[in-house]
């Protein structure tokens, strides 16, 4: 029971807003709101299905954040991202997530190495279902691969936790959010290698932490999201060269 009014509404606002800027937080990494894209704020309230006040904190958190940005006159729009970001981002996150599966490897017990195969069959689960529908030409599934990206992002908590390293945990997840989502993943089939990759790297990545290896395990980690960049920046280089990919930015 809440006995202080003022401070009742203040934690379910918190609460809302959280759970708004979440969602639109995996929408925008995932491509599902494209770079561009401008966030009205009485849309956004009608599909949440709350006032604007809410939405305007949740807005707040995603551009403390760098997802968005608050323009004059303009309302909020989703960012692009440049080449030189893109780059960064991936050598922050390639040390980072080495350094964080080395010393979660020595603590890993039985019971969190279950969590993380189970995590690591719901990711080749979903991987092959990408896949696949990759392969079928069909319309895009942006729900889809939201719930793809949220499965990798499970693998990758778990090891986090384990290794009880807030900082690099923080800094990390900040630099994971400038994936490009859809926009890359357009390029479909081209993409096939990677998605197969992520799938065998998981579970190399598994394999070493069961054995208690920190050393092999975290250079799997480093060259798993080093992988993803190579091959990611070819693809937009290839697509931006054919002029289909208008928001990214080579700097």
């Known amino acids: 029971m809440c006995f202080r009014s003022y401070y009742c509404a203040v934690a379910t606002l918190s609460t809302k807003a959280d759970d708004i800027a979440r969602v639109l937080e995996d929408e925008i990494v995932a491509g599902a709101i494209e770079p561009g894209a401008v966030l009205r704020q009485e849309s956004l309230s009608e599909r949440f299905e709350v006032s604007r006040t809410p939405v305007r904190e949740a807005l707040r958190r995603l551009a403390a ?79 889809l691969f939201v719930e793809w990206m949220q499965a990798n992002y499970a693998f990758h908590d778990v090891i986090y936790r384990v290794a009880d390293m807030p900082l690099v945990e923080r800094i990390a997840k900040s630099a994971r959010r400038t994936f490009l989502g859809d926009r890359v993943w357009r390029a479909r089939l081209e993409l096939d290698e990677l998605y197969a990759k992520n799938d065998l790297q998981h579970r190399a990545i598994r394999e070493s932490i069961a054995a208690g290896s920190g050393s092999a395990a975290r250079t799997l980690a480093r060259e798993h999201v080093l992988s993803s960049s190579r091959l990611i920046e070819l693809v937009l280089e290839t697509l931006g060269a054919a002029g289909r990919e208008p928001g990214w930015r080579a700097e």
């Open 65 to 143: 954040l760098g997802l968005v940005s608050f323009e004059p006159n303009r309302g909020v729009r989703v960012r692009s991202i440049s080449a030189h970001e893109l780059r960064e981002a991936f050598l922050v996150r390639a040390e980072l997530e080495a350094l964080a599966t080395e010393v979660a490897t020595a603590r890993m017990t039985p019971l969190e190495l279950a969590e993380l195969d189970e995590a690591e069959r719901r990711f080749a689960e979903l991987t092959l279902e990408v896949r696949a529908h990759a392969r079928s030409q069909a319309a895009r599934d942006a729900g």
